[in-house]
C-alpha cells in the first residue's frame, strides 16, 4: 500500500509545501487535508486537544501520532510519551523533528509494552473503520494498559452530512471510505469511523468499559475518556 500521507508529512517537513493533499470519498467532491495540520505548534491547537493532553497521566502511548505535534508537547511538559506511527516516513519526520521515543507499528498488531494512557486525537478512534471493530480495538486496548489507565480519544456525530435524511445503506452512516491523493497518486481506499455518542457508550459499556464525556462542541465533535468498569 502506498504511503501517501507519509510522503506528504516527509515532503512537507524537507521544505516541499507547493503540493495539496486531497482526500477523496464516497459522498461529494474531494477535500483538501492541509498538511501544516499535522505541525501545529500547541498555540494553534484546539481546546478539545488541549484537553485531551492536560488529561494524560503517566506513560503515554500517543497512537497514530502523525508529524509527532501531540508527542512533542508532552514531550516537553516532562511526560514520558511514545510516538505510535504505522507510516515509516512520518516515522522519520518525528524523530527529525525531536520526539524520543517513535515506534513504527500496527496498532493491532503491538503489544510490546504497557502505558497509563492511550492518547488517540484528530478523530483518532476512527481508525477502527467500522462499529464491529471498536471492540477489537479495546481489546487491544486492554492489553496496553496498565492497571487503572485510559483511553482518551475524539470522534464526532456527522449525521449532519446527510442534511436529516440519513442514507438507506444497512451500514452505519458514520462509517465511511476515503482515499489520499498526492502529486498525481493515491492510496487504497480505506474505511474510517466517526461514531456518535450514544453508539459508542452502547459498545463501550457492553465490552466492559465505563465512558466519561469530557467536551463536546457544537459541531458534535466530542472527547472521551475510557476506563475499565471495576466489577
Known amino acids: 500500500m502506498k504511503d501517501i500521507l507519509g510522503q506528504a508529512i516527509h515532503n512537507y517537513h524537507n521544505g516541499q509545501t507547493a503540493d495539496k493533499l486531497w482526500i477523496n470519498n464516497q459522498y461529494g467532491p474531494r477535500e483538501e487535508m492541509p498538511i501544516e495540520a499535522y505541525f501545529r505548534d500547541e498555540d494553534d491547537m484546539p481546546d478539545m486537544e488541549w484537553l485531551a493532553m492536560n488529561e494524560c497521566r503517566g506513560e503515554v502511548l500517543d497512537i497514530g501520532a502523525g508529524a509527532g505535534s501531540h508527542a512533542l508537547v508532552l514531550q516537553e511538559r516532562g511526560f514520558d510519551v511514545s510516538a505510535l506511527e504505522i507510516s515509516p516516513l512520518a516515522a522519520d519526520v518525528m524523530q527529525a523533528r525531536g520526539v524520543k521515543k517513535v515506534i513504527v507499528a500496527d496498532i493491532f498488531k503491538y503489544e510490546d509494552h504497557r502505558y497509563d494512557t492511550l492518547l488517540l486525537l484528530m478523530n483518532g478512534i476512527g481508525l477502527a473503520g467500522g462499529l464491529q471493530n471498536i471492540t477489537t480495538f479495546l481489546d487491544r486496548a486492554k492489553l496496553l494498559l496498565n492497571k487503572g489507565g485510559q483511553l482518551l480519544f475524539d470522534s464526532s456525530d456527522i449525521a449532519y452530512l446527510y442534511e436529516g435524511k440519513l442514507p438507506d445503506t444497512g451500514k452505519y452512516y458514520g462509517e465511511l471510505n476515503y482515499q489520499y491523493e498526492y502529486k498525481g497518486q493515491k492510496s487504497e481506499w480505506f474505511p474510517w469511523l466517526y461514531v456518535?455518542?450514544?453508539?459508542?457508550?452502547?459498545?463501550?459499556?457492553?465490552?466492559?468499559?465505563?465512558?466519561?464525556?469530557?467536551?463536546?462542541?457544537?459541531?458534535?465533535?466530542?472527547?472521551?475518556?475510557?476506563?475499565?468498569?471495576?466489577?
Open 196 to 231: 456518535d455518542e450514544k453508539t459508542l457508550e452502547a459498545i463501550v459499556t457492553e465490552a466492559g468499559w465505563d465512558m466519561e464525556v469530557l467536551l463536546e462542541d457544537e459541531f458534535q465533535q466530542y472527547l472521551v475518556r475510557l476506563t475499565l468498569a471495576v466489577s
